[in-house]
């Protein structure tokens, strides 16, 4: 099947890559030409574990294109996917302006008929209105068909995600049109659900905010357990067994950031909104997320007082592991907080850095190594769980810091692995340990 994709960003380059990997030729369109002239020579503007491989290799076997030019990309397609980006407007709804444009640049270059396929989340109702937009702008000769295909992909794990993801959701109107798109992705392997188009839409908002739900809830019963002397990990593992509760999204820390979670559940309140629904329970999870995600700062000044004069050192930026993306990375409120309040901040992440500069505070500094990061520190955050965090030596922070104490927002410790060290250790929803008081005393 030949297929172009409109945006090339995390969605729509992972889609890109996959489909031409399964047999598809595929043309992946993007605006941004040093990106498209990256891609071009093989060389992903993202950082996602896997992809450049799976691009490089496509590449070759000629089944994968970049252009920026959507005549050229559409040229004799038979389906068009849009994974153009849906960011919050700053009344927390979706800004469906990119998705508008991907239509008009659609409607503007196809001479024959087409299946669109909305794989961007967008508001209940919205591919509707994109197949309306459609009819109102090609020829009347031309055939238009819309379908929702939301994307569950995880930052990250994006390509493993594709490949190994537990459902693929089509939501048609005509029948038709669904099995190509069912077609297209049988060599997948992954189940397949069929259901109509707003159910569709539905389901990917319904998702990301019942998973922000669990963060949320498992972030207040670790707030709990911190005041009870209970351990959030055991009682996680415990509640995970529950085959219905799951065991996975209870791993309490500093809340959840990223491009999604944030944007879908603020604009599912809006959606509710507009429907005169208050939506109270999703607005707890996004408050008590909010208060999350601050909560090193909170432990820290009840340990130091005032953090004025304190160097402190982050390490991890991304919002998660394996990512450069920096979109509502807690390190973000973290360091702009704390530079507020005269703290001198530096910072450590793996791969995020160049991303970080843009978002951060310039009055942060930053470094090449963990080390660098500890050297004479009054404290450490951790607000990103990177292997290379997890697998440090403990020793390190006793040698580096001028005091060894950790305040660990991703529990990247055991607590029986800390109490071997001489260190202060304040995590999330486990009992603090004061090692390295206790031998100051
Ligand atoms: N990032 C993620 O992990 C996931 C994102 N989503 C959804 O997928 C959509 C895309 O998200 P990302 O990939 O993160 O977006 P992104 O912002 O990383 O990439 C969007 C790309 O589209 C390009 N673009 C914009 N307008 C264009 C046009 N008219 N023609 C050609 N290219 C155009 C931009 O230059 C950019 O490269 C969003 O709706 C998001 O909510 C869904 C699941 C996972
Ligand atoms: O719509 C999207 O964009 C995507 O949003 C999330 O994926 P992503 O944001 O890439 O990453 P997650 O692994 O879900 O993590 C999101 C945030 O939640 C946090 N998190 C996750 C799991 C957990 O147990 N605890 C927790 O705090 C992470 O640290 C991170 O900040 C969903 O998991 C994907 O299914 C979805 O496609």
Request: hydrophobic share 40%; proline share 3%; with cysteine.
């Amino acid at each position: 099947m030949k297929i172009s994709v409109v945006g090339t960003g995390y969605v729509g380059l992972v889609t890109g890559v996959s489909l031409s990997h399964i047999g598809h030729y595929v043309t992946c369109i993007d605006i941004d030409e040093t990106k498209v002239e990256k891609m071009r020579q093989g060389i992903s503007p993202i950082y996602e574990p896997g992809l450049e491989e799976l691009m490089k290799e496509n590449i070759q076997a000629g089944r994968l294109f970049f252009t920026t030019s959507h005549q050229e990309g559409f040229r004799d397609v038979d389906v068009i996917y849009i994974a153009v980006g849906t960011p919050e407007k700053e009344d927390g709804s979706a800004n469906l302006s990119y998705i508008e444009q991907a239509v008009r640049d659609i409607a503007a270059n196809i001479t024959k008929d087409i299946i669109v396929v909305t794989k961007s989340t967008v508001p209940v109702g919205t591919n509707h209105y994109i197949k309306e937009l459609l009819i109102s702008l090609v020829p009347k000769h031309i055939n238009v068909e819309v379908v929702s295909n939301p994307e569950f992909l995880r930052e990250g794990s994006s390509v493993y995600d594709t490949f190994h993801g537990d459902r693929i959701v089509i939501g048609a109107d005509s029948e038709e049109a669904a099995k190509v798109i069912e077609e297209i992705n049988k060599p997948f392997g992954i189940p397949i659900f069929k259901t109509d188009i707003k159910s569709a839409e539905m389901i990917k908002y319904a998702s990301n905010a019942f998973l922000a739900t669990k963060i949320s809830f498992i972030n207040e019963i670790a707030n709990i357990c911190e005041k009870l002397g209970a351990d959030v990990e055991s009682v996680a593992r415990g509640m995970g067994m529950d085959k219905r509760i799951g065991s996975m999204f209870l791993n309490a820390g500093i809340g959840y950031g990223g491009s999604c979670f944030p944007k879908d559940t603020k604009a599912l309140t809006q959606i509710a909104a507009n429907l005169d629904h208050n939506f109270e329970l999703l607005k707890a999870v996004i408050k008590v997320n909010n208060h999350q995600q601050r909560i090193l700062i909170d432990k820290a000044r009840e340990r130091f007082g005032s953090l004025t004069g304190k160097r402190i050192a982050l390490l991890g930026l991304a919002f998660k592991p394996n990512t450069d993306d920096m979109r509502e990375a807690a390190s973000i409120v973290i360091s702009k907080e704390l530079i507020a309040e005269g703290a001198k901040v530096v910072a450590y992440d793996p791969v995020a850095v160049e991303n970080a500069k843009k978002v951060l505070p310039q009055e942060v500094i930053y470094t090449e190594s963990i080390e660098d990061a500890l050297e004479n520190a009054d404290m450490v955050f951790i607000l990103t769980e990177w292997s290379q965090i997890k697998e440090l030596d403990l020793n390190i922070y006793v040698q580096k810091m001028k005091q060894p104490i950790v305040f660990d927002g991703r529990n990247c410790y055991s607590i029986n692995e800390v109490q071997q060290y001489p260190i202060e250790y304040h995590s999330i929803g486990r009992k603090p340990i004061y090692n390295y008081q206790f031998q100051t005393v």
